[in-house]
């Protein structure tokens, strides 16, 4: 048989997932909720886990919203999809949502969602390789269709090691976890967000050298619309932001209840031996990724005017292609929505115990 990523995600109950591409309609005030159309990036996983809070648990309906979500297949297409308007509004990898802008396709972020891509180099927990100067000579199993394979070069400069002498197997992102696990590479270049959830319930431990260790940031998901809605329907785009915000500050308040939450909106991962582990681990990484500055600071959603801009610079430089330009970065990024929803002083002390665990997966 073939090796695929649905060969892993098998024992998830999740394999044959991907984007409902749900046609909608642009949202109209009319009697009771505005119907509104939101799009993930991936499949059912952690750092969408908040959307499945947002509808089921009812913020969003308390913010006069009535949301459908569907399921993506890839931060790019998410993008796009957001762009031309097939959905009013969607997830995706900020560093994705920079190129998308590059390319003048017209979208916005109105709100992080998370803070670290955790972009890195994924390796069996036994690998020999211990530091990223032991990458060369080793089989380095990579995607090019992957937001973090652009980075490749920069992560190898920045981490002093020479990526010539490193043999890089192109292979499909749907094979790449599976590609680890049977040794067929020595390491691959993924999220962990993705890669440890995906391996670690079926028993397969990995650990995660992340570019961010050598000095390179970006934030994680970017909640995106239209600059067009953006300007005509403020107050939409308010309602919309703040019930995701209150969803992620309960995911982080209440662990155990989100995840029940999301296993009865999925059951296909509820009914698998190891899909409770898997939303557990994606759940908790994700959150570990929002106990920042921003949030502690400034509340949720807040995005740093300055690393954006640091962002946006390495994205032009290395991900974005020829014939892009920078984004207007005070244009791609807004404030507006964000900054309502905060932690308290025993709520953070909580979210950082109930992370600890999983910070052993990327330390």
């Known amino acids: 048989m073939p090796i695929s990523r649905r060969r892993v995600l098998k024992g998830m109950g999740i394999a044959g997932l991907g984007a409902t591409g749900l046609p909608l309609a642009t949202p109209a005030i009319s009697q009771g909720a505005t119907k509104v159309g939101f799009t993930t990036s991936w499949i059912p996983e952690g750092p969408n886990l908040f959307a499945y809070v947002a509808r089921d648990r009812g913020f969003w309906k308390k913010a006069g919203l009535d949301v459908s979500v569907a399921r993506g297949s890839g931060s790019?297409?998410?993008a796009q999809a957001v762009s031309a308007g097939t959905f009013d509004f969607g997830m995706a990898a900020t560093p994705t949502v920079i190129v998308q802008a590059a390319?003048?396709?017209?979208?916005?972020?109105?709100?992080q969602i998370n803070y670290d891509a955790l972009m890195g180099i994924g390796l069996l927990a036994a690998s020999p390789i211990k530091t990223p100067k032991d990458l060369?000579?080793?089989k380095l199993g990579a995607s090019v269709s992957s937001g973090e394979y652009p980075f490749l070069p920069l992560y190898a400069q920045k981490a002093g090691f020479d990526l010539s002498k490193v043999q890089i197997v192109q292979i499909d992102g749907k094979v790449r976890e599976r590609s680890l696990m049977e040794q067929q590479v020595d390491a691959v270049s993924a999220f962990a967000t993705s890669t440890i959830p995906s391996l670690s319930p079926l028993g397969t431990e990995v650990r995660f050298m992340l570019f961010r260790d050598a000095g390179i940031e970006?934030?994680?998901?970017?909640?995106?619309?239209?600059?067009?809605?953006?300007?005509?329907?403020?107050?939409l785009c308010a309602a919309f932001v703040e019930g995701a915000m209150q969803a992620i500050?309960?995911?982080?308040t209440n662990f155990d209840e989100a995840i029940d939450v999301f296993l009865k909106a999925?059951?296909?991962?509820?009914?698998s031996s190891t899909g409770k582990d898997y939303a557990r681990i994606g759940l908790g990484l994700t959150n570990l990724t929002n106990l920042v500055p921003e949030v502690k600071e400034h509340?949720?959603?807040f995005a740093d005017p300055k690393k954006v801009a640091t962002m946006a610079d390495l994205v032009v430089k290395y991900a974005a292609g020829d014939g892009a330009t920078r984004p207007d970065v005070e244009a791609l990024f807004t404030n507006q929505f964000v900054g309502k929803v905060m932690l308290s002083a025993d709520e953070l002390a909580a979210a950082e115990k109930s992370t600890a665990a999983f910070r052993k997966y990327v330390s």
């Open 76 to 78: 790019g297409a998410a």
């Open 103 to 111: 390319k003048k396709l017209p979208i916005t972020c109105i709100g």
């Open 249 to 252: 500050r309960f995911t982080m």
């Open 218 to 235: 970006f934030y994680g998901q970017s909640l995106t619309t239209q600059p067009q809605r953006l300007e005509k329907d403020p107050g």
């Open 136 to 138: 060369e000579g080793r």
């Open 266 to 271: 999925n059951s296909e991962v509820a009914i």
């Open 299 to 301: 509340g949720f959603g």
